[in-house]
């Protein structure tokens, strides 16, 4: 059993929360405003902390919990975008760069470990429901930090032959870029389940 903190309340976080509670874990979730003590407690008290607060303002939220996270393993699942103006994400926030690196360099006593954010929600936590295998991308610097997510994603129901590890934090910003083809699919097909997969 690990002890997972989880920062955000919203369908992400509760989403999560609830697979990982079912699968053994004890979860504690934050809230979205790193000044409420319980989001501060929440990082402190967890091994696991899941970055699952809107990815525009993560990295000043996370920031400021840089004494509570040092020694965690920072599991982030959010992009960070600008909105178009019909509220789907627009361009990125951080070009040439991604957000998991912007939160590596701002946290560097934490491990910090980027995956499902290629994928609506619904398919972190079951992606057999998927016609397709759908693929959780891996990327971070600690091998051992990413063998840690890697038994989560497994929890959740991720097989391994699913899970791509690709490399050091920077192949990041290659998975948080596929989040501009996203809107595009929300157009036309609403919220049906989805991710963006590598097909073999």
């Not at 990815?55 to 600008?82: M, W």
């Not at 699913?162 to 501009?180: F, H, K, N, W």
């Amino acid at each position: 059993m690990t002890h997972i903190g989880i920062l955000g309340t919203g369908r992400v976080g509760t989403n999560l929360a609830r697979k990982l509670a079912a699968a053994g874990h004890h979860v504690t979730l934050g809230g979205r405003n790193p000044q409420d003590t319980d989001h501060r407690a929440t990082a402190r008290a967890a091994d696991v902390v899941i970055n699952a607060t809107p990815g525009d303002t993560s990295l000043d939220r996370l920031t400021d919990l840089r004494t509570e996270l040092t020694g965690k393993i920072l599991v982030d699942v959010s992009n960070a975008t600008r909105d178009a103006r019909d509220g789907l994400p627009g361009e990125l926030r951080y070009p040439g760069s991604s957000l998991a690196e912007k939160l590596q360099a701002a946290l560097p006593g934490t491990h910090v470990v980027k995956t499902l954010n290629t994928m609506l929600f619904t398919v972190m936590t079951a992606p057999e429901t998927l016609a397709v295998p759908p693929t959780a991308y891996l990327s971070g610097n600690d091998e051992h930090a990413k063998r840690t997510v890697t038994g989560l994603l497994g929890d959740l129901g991720w097989r391994s032959g699913q899970i791509e590890d690709l490399g050091d934090i920077t192949t990041a910003r290659a998975t948080e870029a596929m989040v501009l083809i996203v809107p595009h699919i929300l157009r036309r097909h609403g919220f049906e389940p989805f991710a963006v997969s590598l097909a073999r």
